[in-house]
Structure formats: C-alpha cells, structure tokens
C-alpha cells in the first residue's frame, strides 16, 4: 500500500522523536550519533527515525566517506504548509466573524446600561 506524500510527512510528525530531530537539525547538519546524544536510544534506532523522515522528504542525508549527515530538505514541509494554510485561513475568518459578534453583543450591553 503506497501512501501520500502528504499522508507520509504528516506521519512521520507525529512521533515526538522525530520532531525533536528536525528541531535539531534547525540548527544544522549532523551524524547519527549527534541527534542520538540527548535521547535513550540505540544508534539503530536513531537510524530508524531518520529513515521515515528521508522517507517522507523532510530530511536528506549526505554521504561524505563514513559520515553520512542528517539535514533538513527545504522544500520537504511545503506541501504541509500549504494544506494547512487554508484552514488557518478558515480560522482566522471565524474568529473575525466570532470578535464582530462579541463587539455587537458588548455594545448591546453598553447600551442597555446607560437607561
């Protein structure tokens, strides 16, 4: 069974691990053994993770002799952001629409306590 690419990206999000290592890899390529350091897991394991995030275009690793760096892939939240784009902008009109009502109401109220 193949899944999105959409699908994939947000899967591989949902482990805070593996989010913890893009916050991490904000700050720059690194080996294996460097995103592994503040976490109480196997090197493998480590692996494991950076596989699903290749996997999904978040991450690439490079191949430099024996070192292989982990790096962000610019483009690989793009698609994330856009699709969320449109329900932050739905959001966004719905608290407009939620203040304006407000508004109306205290205004309402400011009115019926002055007589």
């Not at 949902?14 to 897991?41: H, K, N, Q, Y």
């Not at 994330?80 to 508004?103: G, I, K, P, T, V």
Request: charged letters at 35%.
């Amino acid at each position: 069974m193949q899944t999105d690419p959409l699908s994939a990206k947000f899967a591989a999000l949902a482990d805070p691990t593996r989010r913890a290592i893009l916050a991490r890899l904000t700050e720059g390529e690194c080996s294996v053994s460097d995103l592994a350091e503040p976490f109480d897991m196997s090197l493998p394991a480590v692996s494991k993770h950076l596989k699903v995030l290749e996997k999904a275009g978040l991450i690439s690793r490079g191949k430099e002799a024996q070192w292989r760096p982990a790096r962000l892939e610019p483009m690989g939240m793009k698609g994330m952001a856009e699709w969320l784009e449109h329900y932050r902008r739905y959001w966004d009109q719905s608290f407009d629409r939620l203040e304006d009502y407000l508004r109306k109401i205290q205004k309402g109220n400011d009115d019926g306590k002055r007589n």
